[in-house]
């Protein structure tokens, strides 16, 4: 079975750009969980998405945002770039079609280098 | 309220010993613990998780202990391997708001 999957590996932008990542879930996995990992600070909740909706959102400005497509993947958008927007942005899924299963299941990881 | 609090910061161990991670919390709305496994350059990985009605659970040398009324928990890796150094996780959920609290991570080295 297919794990989650990132893309890209890696990204570079300059502050004040655009920055969009991309996530796809384990196969039958409808929810789609978005962490961010800066150095030193853990992992901080950033998103829940679940059949297209928004479900529950962290701590973060609103130029944080994403979306989730009919197929469950998901994307990030992260505007106006701030250099403290550097990290490794995580992406989670889990089969919330099972109600009484919390776990979630991580990909690898986008590391964002903002310049 | 909404913390958790993991300790300590780094941890060396000889080979073949045992590894102990703590964590805190104070939210009782917290109803489901997993602990992750993070090697460099990876993902989390879920290694072990447990709900409050239990007080142990353990799958091959991982074992999590719960202690509900001091609200703590804690991962034990016996006979500790070169393998399992990595930075270590606990979490806590909120119950129905699948929303994961983190702790602040554990190095774990393991001596040869």
């Known amino acids: 079975e297919a794990g989650v999957t990132q893309s890209p590996t890696h990204l570079i932008k300059t502050r004040g750009q655009q920055a969009t990542l991309r996530c796809s879930p384990i196969s039958g996995h409808t929810s789609v969980y978005w962490y961010q990992q800066a150095l030193g600070l853990g992992l901080q909740f950033l998103l829940w998405?679940?059949?297209?909706?928004?479900?529950n959102r962290g701590n973060f400005p609103p130029r944080f945002s994403g979306r989730q497509f009919p197929n469950y993947s998901s994307e990030l958008n992260v505007n106006a770039l701030e250099l403290e927007d550097s990290a490794l942005y995580l992406c989670a899924s889990s089969p919330l079609g099972q109600r009484s299963s919390y776990e979630q299941y991580f990909g690898p990881g986008t590391r964002l280098t903002v310049t | 309220q909404q913390q958790v609090k993991q300790s300590p910061q780094s941890l060396i161990v000889q080979k073949g010993g045992i590894s102990i991670i703590n964590c805190a919390y104070e939210?009782?709305?917290?109803?489901?613990f997993p602990w992750y496994q993070q090697f460099p350059g990876k993902g989390p990985a879920l290694l072990i998780a447990i709900r409050p009605d239990v007080s142990e659970k353990k799958e091959g040398r991982f074992t999590i202990s719960f202690n509900k009324s001091a609200k703590q928990f804690s991962l034990h890796i016996m006979d500790s391997q070169p393998g399992d150094s990595a930075t270590y996780f606990c979490a806590a959920v909120v119950s129905g708001t699948y929303k994961y609290i983190f702790g602040t991570g554990t190095r774990l080295k393991v001596l040869a």
């Open positions: 998405y679940d059949e297209g909706e928004e479900r």
């Open positions: 939210n009782t709305a917290f109803d489901y």
